[in-house]
């Protein structure tokens, strides 16, 4: 079946999302009180374009953006059998399509960095700076 691409729906279904997740290693079990809610951050985001195998998610990602000048990549994940066949160049390439005039940012892993660089990205050398989030760490009840 060929992959579909999608940028009209960002309620992606939960448990979906959370399989691919846990596949990435960025669900935490412990966290799991905030499954019901697990894609709030989609609903939330400016953009989110997705991958399906017929009714299977197989990759997404989300954008926080102005929709100007500046856009941030959140999420970027496509699951592992799926992988090496161009679906996360095509989720990119859809939200960049999506706001031409944007700059693009993301942080990511080291061992992520040769993918990125694939895709024409460049290390940003100023700091970046951050607090932690509550949700994430499960300090909020
Ligand atoms: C990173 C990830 C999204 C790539 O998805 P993908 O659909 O396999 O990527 P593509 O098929 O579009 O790959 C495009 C190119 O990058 C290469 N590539 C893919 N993953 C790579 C990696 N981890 N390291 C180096 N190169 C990589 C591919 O071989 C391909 O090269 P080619 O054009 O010379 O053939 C996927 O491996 C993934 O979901 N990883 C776990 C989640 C993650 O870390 N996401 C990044 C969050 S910032």
């Not at 960002?10 to 959370?18: G, M, N, T």
């Not at 953009?47 to 299977?56: K, P, Q, T």
């Not at 500046?70 to 996360?88: H, N, P, T």
Request: aromatic share 12%.
């Amino acid at each position: 079946m060929p992959i579909t691409y999608r940028d009209d729906l960002k309620a992606l279904p939960c448990d979906q999302l959370i399989r691919l997740f846990t596949e990435a290693g960025w669900h935490d079990e412990k966290n799991s009180q905030w499954d019901f809610v697990f894609n709030a951050p989609f609903i939330h985001s400016t953009l989110v374009v997705s991958a399906w195998n017929g009714d299977r998610l197989v990759g997404c990602v989300r954008v926080l953006s102005d929709t100007i000048v500046r856009s941030v990549i959140y999420d970027l994940v496509v699951e592992k059998a799926y992988r090496k066949q161009g679906i996360a160049t095509h989720l990119l390439k859809c939200c960049k399509s999506k706001y031409p005039g944007s700059e693009w940012l993301l942080q990511t892993e080291e061992r992520i960095v040769p993918f990125y660089e694939k895709q024409g990205f460049t290390r940003f050398s100023e700091p970046v700076m951050y607090t932690v989030s509550p949700t994430m760490t499960g300090k909020i009840e």
